[in-house]
Structure formats: structure tokens, C-alpha cells
């Protein structure tokens, strides 16, 4: 299993999507599995459980999630707060970094109101202060670490491929 981890808006959806079709394995969302479980939004269950309830279903997820075999998984950009998702994703997954700069994230997410932890007064700062909490976290987490720049999804995914030593097993028609 790879699991892709990073600051909300990185791409780990996007690039676990694509990765998912050019290595055809299952595709999991952390967050999608979440919002299906709960019947609402995160945004939602956030405003009217708080946090600490929402990381405990998400640890829950993670701890299924990362038990499924030959898949690609995208964890929500806080799952590494906790000390049980990072054993959880270190040990069982091949995990995958995609290091993004606040600055980067602030222009991909200025105008979306779907995430909760970015609907603030000074969104930039929240992710200035968010990559400076769990950067080091990333890090320990991670097997593998990619600086997300500006390059496209699909070199994302030729450099996790070439990073994690896998080749393309799409079969060619």
C-alpha cells in the first residue's frame, strides 16, 4: 500500500487518484470514507463535534484503511497528529510526503470554503503555522518526501513511481 500525506490542498487526492489508474490498484480517500461514515461533511461534523471527536474517527479509518492491501490511500492533511496514525501509515504503508509551501497551498486554496481548519481571518498564516506543527511530523512519518512545486500531477506521480522503484503495470494495448 502507498499512502500519500501533506498540508490540506498538496494534491493528495489528485495524485492518489492518478497513481491509483497508473498502477491499477484501489483507490481510498481517508476523508471520503469519513464523510461517507458520519453522513455529513468534516466541514459539519467539525462546527458540531470538534476536532478531538473528528480525529477519533479518523484514527479509526486510518487504522482500517492502512490494513487493506495493494492500494492507494490519501490521508486528510491532519492525520499525522496523532502518534497511532503514524505508526499506523510508517509501518504498514509505503508513505509518501508531498511537501508544499504555505505560500503554494494559499494560492491553490484562497477561494475554497470546504476546509475547515482554513476558514479563518488570515488563511495564510493558519497554513504558515499548520507546515510549521506538522512539517517535522510529515517527515517522520514519511519513507519519502516530494516537493510538490509547480510541476503537473502526472510528474508527481512519475517521481513517486521512480522514488518508490515502480513501474508502470498498466498493460499496454
Known sequence: ?????????????TVGRQLSRRLQRPFFDSDHVIEQQLGCSIREYFEREGEARFRDIES????????????ILSTGGGSVLRPANRGFLR?????????????????RLR??????????????????????????????????????GRPSVSSLVNMIMSQLGLSDE????
Open 91 to 107: 509501518t504498514r504503508t509505503q508513505v509518501v510526503y508531498l511537501n508544499s509551501s504555505p505560500d503554494e497551498l494559499f494560492r
Open 1 to 13: 500500500m502507498i499512502s500519500l500525506i501533506g498540508l490540506p490542498g498538496s494534491g493528495k487526492s
Open 60 to 71: 479509526a479509518v486510518i487504522d482500517e484503511l492502512t490494513q487493506k492491501h495493494n492500494s
Open 111 to 148: 477561494h475554497d470554503k470546504n476546509r475547515p481548519l482554513l476558514q479563518v481571518a488570515d488563511p495564510l498564516s493558519r497554513l504558515r503555522d499548520l507546515h510549521a506543527q506538522r512539517h517535522p511530523l510529515y517527515l517522520e512519518t514519511a519513507h519519502v518526501s516530494i516537493d510538490t
Open 170 to 173: 498498466r498493460v499496454q494495448l
